[in-house]
């Protein structure tokens, strides 16, 4: 062994600076092969993002809105009852910020689809406080429409876009880049998604007892001035493109109605928007599927089993409505 | 501002890059200036309060070299007080009223709490004590006043330890400030190893573990058996890599300009006894309380009921020196409860294992002694992290009930980072066991082709970046 030749100031400078030269091309090398690897994946939920993202969605019904849409609507029923192709863009724990970003950048890439079919829920006039699952969304931050807004929800998102690795190691708590680094070596998650459409296999949690119970005198869902724009520019988005829109608000659980304290509100401010751009709603709340607790896994949320019987039934009425003549 | 956070990323390189580049008269001013910057992160009020200690310790060292006779004890002793008072007021005032009212209570007097509740500033109790060391030290003769008001600044707030030590002595610390430090190609490739060790104890495993440690403690009425088992394992190795990582990232910093701060952890886990733990275990803190409280006690050099006292109030101020609730005194009594049951009963043991022919210096007994050691030390933090008594009482009696094997997780700890949780302890513990092997290690590294070197050092720093958690989460000692 050699004994260590003592360094200068200026060697010893130089190496720092090559050390970390090395360090931040390594960070920045991986943050790409695991953004090309998510969005190198074909299956599951990043499937469906590449798809929509690479203009090969492209569908003549466009199903939008919140995990409601995303479990709600089996594209594969709609398209075959209706014979018009379809593909569901629904968010998993998005409100309507998030929807009309996803929205805007389906549009951007896909071919005008004949109608969009934009879910509603009572919560979609409030605005996001978070970034649910960030990961979701960091292989697309370029985007312009997503990184509008989620840089509106959280300000500090644009160290996701310029700090390599960042968004996978401060936001995600999910090992989302192991993900990305397996889709860069073809490796593809199972698939669970079918045109966009999520079945939950799943019966009755119990989730709403609890709710029940921690909220005896039921609650009230705001109706923030900037959820009413988010909702207005969805119907915006699609006067202006001359798409056809529709508002659905799917079947939820009728015992939680009672419980919704501002629920004539909230529909007041649907209805105010329908009639401003004459876009129709069809209210599933006093649906049958709506009032039969096996549809369902929470009070908000149909089971695959519901999903089928509601898909359907909207189908149905889909293929016999003027929309898709 | 934390260790672990981006603005700390920025703020020591450009710390770094001035420090080295100013002339030599300039750097402690920068270091002070830093430091204020460090420290104004948190909450930037909280200067004035370790402003005042500052100030009521550098005048009393300089009068404790002036005066001498009896004004020079009674000098000491209002410094003393007045530092302490800061602390009081801080940190104890709500705990001894609130103490006070429930006992009126008791004696069937009706008192209201107090409605002042401070908001404890960060690292108080560290700094506290490192300025009381001085005062000390100096009364004691052992350590020159320091008549430069900036350095002596710089002592106490010196930013790689004012939050969470280790608690310096001014006789390794301060004489440092009036050394020059030059820029060492090899001081910094030390120091940014043991950071990168501090980082990756800190993020990959403490951080994580925090997130199961934290659900079961919150509520541990909501989780069986094996659920407070794990996550009381978990909570030994959360504070071990959180506190150690913390010291760890401290004397790296410090290294880093050319500072050489003390050790304060010893591998303390593969302790054969409660008191080896001790010395192994938050150094800085063991040796101050034994050189400014147990010797002055009168130590060991007493007769037994009066050791046992001083151990007893040793380790219940070093408990309330951790915090201002009755599970910190309860923790602190029962490590001094450890230890005076461990000295009384050495004859026994030994005799003992002695029939089966393993005496001390068995390899078997050992083991036995280490593992015993760290039970008893993790049913001291079950006391020590839980939110109150009644909850540590219910953890005790519950460890052994309903271990369900299908539920382990927890709400934010998924069962995916039970792997990564697990490699990182033993990966912790192969470096552990790899540690004495270090010097020779390095010497066969040097050898190594520097671009392989590089490109391996990169690859592991970039597994603790991978692989770290990234909560805004402050380091436990923090609190302290």
């Known amino acids: ?325 | 501002m934390l260790f672990n956070s981006l603005e700390f990323a920025l703020f020591f390189p450009t710390v770094c890059a001035l420090y080295f580049g100013l002339p030599l008269r300039w750097r402690t001013p920068l270091l002070l200036v830093a430091s204020c910057g460090f420290y104004m992160a948190f909450v930037p009020a909280y200067i004035l309060i370790l402003f005042v200690t500052i100030l009521i310790d550098y005048f009393a060292g300089i009068y404790l070299e002036r005066i001498t006779g009896k004004g020079r004890l009674l000098l000491l002793w209002v410094s003393i007080i007045a530092t302490c008072l800061v602390l009081f007021v801080f940190k104890y005032f709500y705990f001894f009223t609130h103490a006070f009212v429930d006992l009126a209570g008791f004696a069937g007097w009706k008192l209201t709490d107090p409605t002042l509740k401070i908001l404890l500033p960060i690292g108080l109790s560290f700094h506290t004590f490192q300025s009381l060391s001085y005062v000390v030290e100096v009364y004691r003769g052992n350590q020159k006043a320091e008549r430069g008001f900036v350095t002596y600044a710089t002592y106490v707030m010196f930013f790689p330890q004012l939050v969470a030590g280790p608690i310096e002595r001014p006789q390794n610390l301060l004489h440092q400030f009036h050394e020059r430090h030059d820029f060492n190609y090899d001081n910094i490739t030390a120091g940014t190893k043991r950071m990168a060790w501090g980082f990756f104890k800190k993020l990959v495993i403490a951080d994580r573990l925090a997130l199961y440690v934290n659900d079961v403690y919150t509520r541990p009425q909501a989780f069986n058996g094996l659920q407070l088992t794990i996550a009381t394992v978990f909570f030994a190795y959360q504070i071990y890599c959180d506190f150690s990582g913390y010291s760890d990232i401290a004397i790296g910093t410090a290294r880093i300009l050319g500072f050489r701060l003390m050790e304060n952890f010893q591998t303390p886990y593969y302790s054969a006894s409660v008191s080896e733990f001790w010395r192994r275990w938050h150094i800085s803190l063991s040796t101050w309380f034994r050189d400014y409280l147990y010797y002055p006690l009168g130590g060991n050099r007493v007769r037994r009921p009066r050791w046992m006292m001083n151990i007893l109030i040793t380790f219940g101020v070093s408990g309330l020196w951790h915090g201002a609730n009755w599970t910190y005194v309860v923790w602190g009594l029962l490590n001094g409860v450890y230890l005076i049951c461990g000295a009384l009963t050495e004859g026994i043991r030994n005799q003992f294992f002695g029939l089966f022919g393993l005496n001390t210096s068995s390899q078997f007994r050992r083991g036995l002694r280490v593992a015993t050691t760290f039970t008893l030390i993790c049913a001291a933090w079950v006391i020590f992290r839980a939110n109150r008594l009644s909850d540590a009482g219910y953890i005790f009696t519950h460890f052994w009930q309903n271990w369900n094997f299908g539920q382990i997780r927890t709400e934010q700890f998924l069962l995916r980072q039970m792997p990564v949780a697990l490699a990182g302890i033993l990966l912790l513990e192969f470096g552990h066991c790899l540690q004495p092997r270090l010097p020779r290690l390095e010497r066969y590294t040097a050898n190594v082709p520097t671009s392989l070197r590089w490109i391996c050092y990169s690859a592991l720093l970039l597994s603790v970046v991978l692989f770290g958690v990234y909560r805004k989460s402050q380091f436990i000692y923090f609190q302290f």
């Open chain 1, 1 to 325: 062994m050699t004994e260590p030749v003592p360094i200068s100031t200026r060697q010893g400078l130089a190496r720092i600076i090559a050390f970390v030269g090395l360090f931040t091309a390594v960070s920045f090398a991986t943050d790409w092969a695991v953004n090309h690897g998510l969005r190198n994946i074909s299956q599951s939920d990043y499937g469906v993002s590449n798809r929509l993202m690479t203009g090969r969605a492209n569908a003549e019904i466009v199903i939008s809105g919140s995990s409601r849409a995303l479990t709600h609507f089996d594209s594969r029923i709609i398209q075959s009852i209706t014979g018009r192709t379809t593909f569901n863009i629904g968010r998993n724990g998005s409100q309507t910020d998030m929807q009309v970003a996803f929205l805007k950048t389906y549009l951007r890439h896909n071919a005008k689809p004949k109608l969009v079919v934009h879910n509603l829920d009572l919560f979609s006039f409030v605005t996001s406080r978070e970034i649910y699952d960030p990961a979701q969304y960091l292989p697309y931050i370029n985007e312009e429409a997503i990184y509008t807004a989620v840089r509106r929800i959280y300000p500090d998102a644009w160290k996701w876009k310029y700090l390599p690795l960042y968004g996978y190691l401060v936001e995600d708590m999910r090992f989302t880049w192991i993900r990305g680094l397996a889709g860069l070596v073809g490796i593809q998650p199972e698939e669970d998604h079918f045109q966009g459409y999520l079945p939950r296999y799943s019966r009755w949690t119990g989730d709403f007892e609890r709710y029940k119970r921690d909220n005896p005198a039921g609650v009230k869902f705001e109706i923030e001035p900037q959820g009413v724009r988010d909702l207005r520019e969805i119907a915006e988005v699609c006067r202006s493109q001359g798409i056809p829109l529709l508002f659905v608000y799917t079947p939820e659980y009728y015992e939680i109605q009672q419980l919704e304290s501002n629920r004539l509100e909230v529909f007041g401010k649907f209805h105010e928007i329908c009639h401003e751009f004459q876009v129709p709603l069809w209210d599933y709340s006093e649906s049958p599927i709506s009032k039969d607790r096996s549809n369902f896994y929470n009070s908000q949320h149909l089971n695959a089993e519901g999903a089928n019987a509601f898909s359907i039934d909207v189908a149905h009425r889909l293929a016999q409505s003027s929309f898709l003549k």
